[in-house]
């Protein structure tokens, strides 16, 4: 059968986009007897347009239209996980990308495009397996080759990643990307003079000011830390993050968003306490747990330990409450004003909100497992949705020394975003602890009982009977793959800063690092010290 749909000349422009003239490269392949007609670059003007507007959701429908005409042709898939990528779809848009790839891996923009994608969506072992044949196809370039690298170091593969790297550098000397990779290799091999070496060597031969070089001294800063020169690691963190902020990228992000957000929620609920109304649980859904906190407190380590049991399925820092909080608002209603609108919700509305989670959660992760864990610190912001939609669900709260804490998040390298954005200098990054902090204390009364709250020092120094007090409090059968979770860390990813610490056996290493670095934590006294005293870490 045919749409009218008419067929590419064989000399022209194939519509995967390689490049190269449709006789030599998909003609036969992906059109034919198993489709209705034959895919022509005009059939992707409609989808690509949408994806141009920002339209993700009518252009994966688009996608979706033409995949039933003309079967999975590259370009098809591409477009198809690019939208659901943009949708927060990141299980689908994997599989799309990992088929785009697999069905042309001889254009080059493609697979450059796409495995960047999976390592982003947190996929390294498809990016390998897509980045590798086609470093080999295309070897001088850069991009695949640095893909290669990146997942190889984000699955542990350092060495490897390491004789890579140092082939790149002879290739493109001038990316400081390929520097960066190395030098965070390097140290991840315990190799910190040669780390720092090269960090220094770079940053001097570079003439560069973008993120990448902010990259560079981040890791400079953690190669002085590991070499015990506190002082020089100091300065070359606060540089990093002033580096950072000085670039027309991050003066655009709204390092406010978050602040205004908790103050708001905090005034609502002094004022009115929490919503006394639940969410309908409904048929056939999964036990869950939430894991909230603040960043660097234990909770990827807490995590890691989780999903080493077989019954359990966790998030890896999926913003999915957030796509709630987003289903729930109107266009014109601020997020600020999000705890009125939650008061105000009808039961049909929690019901409805509750379904989008759980929509939410099998687009992301499938439904082939028993427990979900949630695992997102700043979570932390909207535990009254979380008691108000799923009052059967535990929570654990994570909590460490709030000067360890403060200065993880400050030397911790993270994806610009607002909620990021107050850890590029230290001030800022005691407020945003302070005041989140501060909020928790006002919702604790609030919270029904049951919350666990977990301490990373007692987590990890007496590992045995703190995982199995938490595998008591999820009621969960036990099981001793909890407790060989680092041994399965060694094989798999977190898509998260700590994905390198989790696959280290459980040790005390991170425990009062703040001791070193006296200056900035006697100069955020006023700030940290009543907390200190509140948690009892004096």
């Not at 000085?246 to 905090?266: S, T």
């Not at 509305?349 to 997102?376: E, I, M, P, S």
């Not at 070193?516 to 006023?526: C, F, G, K, L, V």
Request: charged share 20%; hydrophobic share 40%; with cysteine.
């Amino acid at each position: 059968m045919s749409t009218g749909a008419s067929t590419p000349s064989r000399n022209g422009p194939c519509p995967c986009g390689s490049g190269k003239k449709y006789k030599r490269c998909c003609a036969g392949k992906h059109g034919g007897a198993k489709t209705k007609g034959t895919l022509t670059p005009g059939h992707l003007d409609r989808p690509h347009a949408l994806e141009k507007a920002g339209e993700f959701e009518q252009a994966q429908q688009q996608y979706q239209k033409l995949i039933k005409l003309f079967g999975d042709h590259p370009a098809l898939s591409w477009g198809l996980g690019r939208c659901l990528m943009e949708l927060k779809q990141s299980v689908a848009a994997a599989r799309a990308l990992i088929k785009a790839a697999a069905n042309y891996a001889g254009n080059e923009q493609l697979l450059v495009d796409t495995t960047s994608r999976l390592i982003l969506l947190g996929n390294p072992q498809a990016a390998l397996a897509a980045a590798q044949p086609g470093a080999e196809r295309f070897p001088r370039n850069v991009q695949l080759q640095l893909n290669v690298a990146d997942a190889l170091r984000l699955l542990g593969r350092h060495q490897e990643a390491i004789e890579l790297l140092q082939k790149i550098r002879l290739l493109a000397p001038g990316r400081l990307g390929a520097a960066v990779s190395l030098v965070n290799s390097l140290r991840s091999t315990g190799e910190n003079d040669k780390a720092l070496g090269t960090a220094q060597q770079a940053l001097e031969a570079s003439q560069s000011s973008g993120l990448d070089e902010a990259w560079l001294h981040n890791e400079l800063a953690h190669c002085y830390q590991a070499l015990g020169h506190y002082e020089e690691a100091y300065a070359s963190i606060c540089l990093s993050g002033e580096r950072v902020l000085a670039l027309p990228e991050a003066q655009a992000v709204d390092g406010e968003q978050l602040l205004r957000r908790i103050k708001a929620y905090c005034s609502w609920i002094e004022t009115h306490g929490l919503p006394q109304r639940q969410a309908p649980i409904g048929k056939g859904e999964k036990k869950l747990a939430f894991v909230v906190g603040f960043p660097r407190s234990g909770t990827t380590l807490m995590e890691s330990m989780l999903a080493a049991h077989p019954k359990v399925k966790t998030s890896g820092e999926a913003p999915l409450i957030e796509q709630v909080v987003a289903s729930m608002l109107d266009a014109d209603t601020p997020v600020e004003h999000f705890q009125e609108v939650l008061a105000q919700a009808s039961e049909s509305q929690l019901a409805k909100a509750r379904q989008t989670y759980w929509k939410a959660v099998r687009a992301r992760f499938g439904n082939d497992f028993d427990y979900f864990v949630d695992k997102q610190p700043l979570n932390t912001i909207e535990l009254p949705l979380i008691r108000t939609l799923f009052p059967e669900a535990k929570i654990i709260i994570a909590l460490r020394d709030p000067r360890d804490v403060c200065l993880s998040c400050l030397f911790q390298w993270f994806v610009l975003t607002p909620a990021m954005k107050p850890f590029l200098a230290w001030d800022s990054t005691v407020q945003f602890y302070a005041l989140l902090m501060d909020y928790l204390t006002t919702l604790e009364p609030h919270l029904a009982q049951g919350v666990l709250t977990l301490k990373y020092e007692e987590l990890v120094s007496d590992f045995p009977r703190q995982i199995r007090d938490v595998i008591d409090y999820l009621e969960l059968p036990w099981d001793e793959a909890v407790m060989a979770y680092a041994d399965k860390n060694q094989r798999g990813y977190f898509h998260t800063p700590s994905n390198e610490a989790v696959r280290q056996q459980v040790n005390t290493l991170a425990v009062d690092r703040w001791r070193r670095y006296p200056d900035a934590i006697n100069a955020s006294e006023s700030l940290l010290g009543p907390i200190i005293d509140r948690l009892g870490y004096r």
